[in-house]
């Protein structure tokens, strides 16, 4: 049974200006200690899908439409505030995308590290604080004393990063849901912290979700992975099978632009076009417009995720039909 399913989850922002479709019916699931990567342009709909796991989006404006969160036996989007609470942090942790906005700057990093272990383990605070400060040097952070004494602004953004993702991983979660935890980190750091995230998948069989733009670390860290573009999820499949045997042209493009794929010297790919307005309806497929294999069909026929391969699927109606 799978750790955690999502089926058909829409939400939208609803503003002076329209409805904003964010999340525009996905469905997926995570099995327990797998590595699911969500990748896409900024705006495709990564983070406000995860956000809405854990009822972290803001409402009004947003508002969950429809769809179900299966996690062990319990539908995440309807439970209450209180049920949610105890969930998060504790089975479910989130490393959020900007660390100085996620930490509170008014509490010193010590018992920001500390809190989750008193909330939800009851520990005391002798105890937690020697968790707290074997957890600030799990993620290489030193001299722990002195850091569990410091506020978030007297830390650098990767240091705030290391302390987000501490936070995140020190109760231990059954499911960790990572939104580009290494994105201010160095290539040494980021080594280390992805090799902590796999030691704790294979000694606790945890989970993660991991949103990010590094198709790198996809590569190199993750089993399967959703493409997703204007709030909808455009391709699935294994890791391996993404990278050998791309099947949306959306996917390919998105590889096409690494700068690995390209000779010394040469023109970096960019995608033509600007991401779709996501207060419009789309008869047909979102990523016509920037296509290079558009046809009249593509417009008109509704892009719906269908298997074409072993544990692969696409969106685009011309793979499906053989045409590509």
């Known amino acids: 049974m799978p750790l955690l399913t999502v089926e058909n989850l829409r939400t939208y922002f609803h503003t002076r200006d329209g409805v904003v479709r964010a999340v525009d019916g996905i469905s997926y699931m995570v099995e327990k200690g797998e590595t699911l990567a969500i990748v896409g342009e900024s705006g495709s709909g990564k983070s406000v899908s995860c956000h809405s796991l854990l009822g972290l989006v803001p409402q009004p404006p947003g508002r969950i439409e429809s769809g179900s969160a299966i996690f062990n036996g319990a539908d995440l989007l309807q439970c209450s505030p209180k049920e949610l609470r105890a969930i998060r942090g504790k089975r479910i942790s989130m490393i959020f995308q900007d660390p100085m906005t996620a930490l509170n700057p008014y509490m010193t990093i010590g018992d920001q590290l500390a809190e989750p272990l008193r909330l939800h383990e009851g520990l ?6 020697a968790r707290a400060m074997a957890m600030l040097d799990s993620v290489g952070i030193q001299d722990g004393d002195k850091s569990m004494r410091a506020y978030p602004h007297q830390f650098s953004g990767g240091m ?17 849901i990572a939104d580009e935890p290494t994105t201010a980190l160095d290539v040494t750091v980021q080594a280390q912290i992805l090799d902590l995230i796999a030691q704790m998948q294979q000694e606790i069989g945890m989970a993660v979700i991991l949103i990010t733009h590094d198709m790198g670390v996809v590569a190199g860290a993750c089993d399967r992975v959703l493409v997703m573009y204007a709030g909808r999820i455009f391709e699935s499949a294994t890791s391996e099978d993404l990278f050998e045997h791309p099947r949306h042209p959306y996917t390919n493009a998105l590889l096409d632009s690494l700068p690995a794929a390209h000779s010394h010297g040469e023109d970096l790919y960019t995608i033509p076009g600007l991401p779709p307005d996501l207060r419009q309806e789309f008869a047909g497929c979102p990523f016509a417009p920037r296509c290079a294999h558009t046809t009249d069909p593509c417009n008109a026929t509704p892009a719906e995720l269908r298997e074409v391969a072993a544990a692969h699927a696409t969106a685009c109606t011309r793979v499906q039909a053989g045409e590509l």
Not at 124 to 129: G, Q, S
Not at 160 to 176: D, F, G, K, N
Request: net charge positive; charged share 30%.
């Open 124 to 129: 005391p605070k002798n105890e937690a604080r």
């Open 160 to 176: 705030r990063q290391r302390v987000m993702i501490a936070m995140a991983l020190i109760t231990r979660p059954e499911l960790l």
